[in-house]
C-alpha cells in the first residue's frame, strides 16, 4: 500500500527537512538518490525533480519493534524489502512524500505482528495533520521538525 504526504516546500527543502526528521527520531539516511543525476549519467533527459531517501533503524531500541538487526536475523529475505524508501516529488503543483507502507512489505515475509505500521495520508507542512504521523518500521517520525 502506497502512503503519501505532501509539502508546500521544494524537494530540495523537503529533502533537508526530513532527513533532519528521521535523524532527530534515531534513524538514518543511508542513501539518497537523485533520479534527475541517475538518468542523465545514462544520457537519459528527465525533467522530474525526484530524491528517493533510504532509511534505516539498525540500532536497538526497546520501544521500536521490529529493527532493521532483528528483523534481518530472523528472516534475511526481508533484506529485499530494507531500507525503508521515501520518494519525493512535485505533482499537481505540491511536494509529494510517497513510500510503501512497511507492514505492507513486511507482512510478505510472514513475520510477528506487531507495531510496523504507517500511517494514511497527511499534510507534510511542519504539523503532524495525520493522527499516527509517519511511522519507519514502527517508529513515528516526529513530524514537527518537517
Given at each position: 500500500?502506497?502512503?503519501?504526504?505532501?509539502?508546500?516546500?521544494?524537494?530540495?527543502?523537503?529533502?533537508?527537512?526530513?532527513?533532519?526528521?528521521?535523524?532527530?527520531?534515531?534513524?538514518?539516511?543511508?542513501?539518497?538518490?537523485?533520479?534527475?543525476?541517475?538518468?542523465?549519467?545514462?544520457?537519459?533527459?528527465f525533467v522530474r525533480e525526484c530524491l528517493i531517501l533510504e532509511d534505516c533503524q539498525?540500532?536497538?531500541?526497546?520501544?521500536?519493534?521490529?529493527?532493521?538487526?532483528?528483523?534481518?536475523e530472523q528472516n534475511m529475505r526481508v533484506s529485499t524489502a530494507l531500507p525503508c524508501r521515501i520518494?519525493?516529488?512535485?505533482?499537481?503543483?505540491?511536494?509529494?512524500?510517497?513510500?510503501?507502507?512497511?507492514?505492507?512489505?513486511?507482512?510478505?515475509?510472514?513475520?510477528?505482528?506487531?507495531?510496523?505500521?504507517?500511517?494514511?495520508?497527511?499534510?507534510?507542512?511542519?504539523?503532524?495533520?495525520?493522527?499516527?504521523?509517519?511511522?519507519?518500521?514502527?517508529?513515528?517520525?516526529?513530524?514537527?521538525?518537517?
Amino acid at each position: 500500500m502506497l502512503v503519501k504526504w505532501s509539502s508546500d516546500k521544494t524537494v530540495s527543502e523537503t529533502a533537508v527537512a526530513l532527513q533532519a526528521a528521521v535523524q532527530a527520531n534515531h534513524f538514518g539516511v543511508m542513501q539518497v538518490h537523485n533520479l534527475q543525476e541517475a538518468m542523465a549519467k545514462k544520457a537519459v533527459e528527465f525533467v522530474r525533480e525526484c530524491l528517493i531517501l533510504e532509511d534505516c533503524q539498525p540500532q536497538v531500541l526497546e520501544d521500536c519493534q521490529p529493527q532493521a538487526k532483528r528483523v534481518l536475523e530472523q528472516n534475511m529475505r526481508v533484506s529485499t524489502a530494507l531500507p525503508c524508501r521515501i520518494s519525493i516529488y512535485q505533482e499537481g503543483g505540491k511536494t509529494i512524500l510517497a513510500a510503501l507502507k512497511p507492514t505492507t512489505l513486511l507482512a510478505m515475509f510472514n513475520l510477528p505482528q506487531n507495531s510496523t505500521g504507517s500511517a494514511g495520508t497527511g499534510r507534510y507542512d511542519g504539523q503532524n495533520h495525520d493522527k499516527g504521523g509517519i511511522r519507519l518500521i514502527g517508529r513515528p517520525v516526529n513530524t514537527d521538525l518537517i
